[in-house]
């Protein structure tokens, strides 16, 4: 591993404008395609523009706030100790993949990964095989870049749980994220070349904001699409078919409510409470089970 930069005392600016030198442990997932919530799209974006957008919510600064936290209740449970290592680093090799690791082990070849979670999201950090996919290839690009064996995962479930894990080394999965990671920094990143469309929120905002002044009255002709257009013509034509037997589904249950406001059973709650908003019954259907 190299030593890129330290990060003591940087302000939270200056790491982001840090991060876009490379693709970062929390990158990875979303850059190999299994980070439901960030599309590779918004990981282009970032590291395309010079803008620094520095977003925050509540989740994200408890997961800032609870990390010391994290990591003191990793050391109880498992009597080592961690340290900071207020250093960004990057792989000898292929100096775009980077890591800035949340804690160190305390004479071992091995890092610390801390991480906070809802009681709803419990279910995920119950064993190591439901562990998000996203968080194993997180740990996966540090373990390539710091050249680890293995690295620990821990997590506070707030108020409710604490678990951790020993994720071990996968040389078979790292050389599969290097393949990801290395043609998405050289031919989109680099080359400054759109990543494949994937239908997600992030790249209509990409491709909205890059193709935002069209030349009027202009007319290309349409090659090559043909088999995506009759595939498109025939989702279509399912989701009108669909929606269509959705609908029906709830008039269905509408009618066996009738001025009921609530049927549940041990699977499901149906709400159909009338809004003082609207002037008009809203309808709810919840899986509780």
């Not at 064993?127 to 968080?135: A, T």
């Not at 749980?161 to 078979?172: C, G, L, Q, V």
């Not at 009027?216 to 002709?221: F, G, S």
Request: with cysteine; net charge negative.
């Amino acid at each position: 591993m190299g030593i890129l930069i330290s990060t003591k005392n940087m302000s939270r600016e200056e790491w982001l404008r840090c991060r876009k030198q490379g693709i970062g442990g929390s990158d990875a997932g979303a850059v190999c395609g299994v980070n439901p919530y960030v599309s590779p799209a918004t990981v282009y974006a970032d590291k395309t523009s010079e803008e620094i957008r520095i977003e925050d919510n509540e989740s994200m600064r408890q997961g800032r706030d609870f990390e010391d936290y994290v990591a003191k209740r990793f050391c109880e449970a498992t009597g080592l100790k961690v340290r900071r290592s207020n250093m960004m680093y990057q792989h000898p090799d292929y100096p775009w993949m980077l890591a800035d690791v949340d804690r160190l082990i305390c004479g071992e070849k091995a890092g610390l990964e801390c991480k906070t979670a809802s009681a709803f999201s419990s279910d995920k950090w119950r064993d190591i095989s439901s562990l998000p996919d996203y968080y194993m290839v997180q740990c996966q690009h540090y373990m390539a870049v710091m050249d680890w064996p293995y690295m620990y995962l821990a997590c506070v479930v707030l108020g409710k749980d604490f678990a951790y894990y020993r994720i071990d080394r996968n040389n078979e999965m790292i050389q599969n994220i290097i393949q990801l990671e290395k043609y998405f920094w050289e031919e989109n990143v680099m080359k400054r070349c759109l990543p494949e469309p994937d239908g997600s929120k992030a790249f209509d905002e990409l491709i909205g904001g890059s193709y935002f002044n069209p030349k009027k009255d202009t007319v290309i002709p349409l090659l090559g699409m043909d088999s995506e257009l009759s595939r498109r013509a025939d989702i279509t034509r399912m989701i009108t078919k669909l929606e269509t037997e959705k609908k029906a589904i709830d008039q269905h249950i509408k009618v066996y409510m009738n001025e009921n406001e609530t049927a549940e059973n041990d699977r499901y709650r149906i709400t159909w409470k009338y809004s003082e908003t609207t002037g008009q019954r809203r309808f709810m259907v919840k899986e509780v089970a």
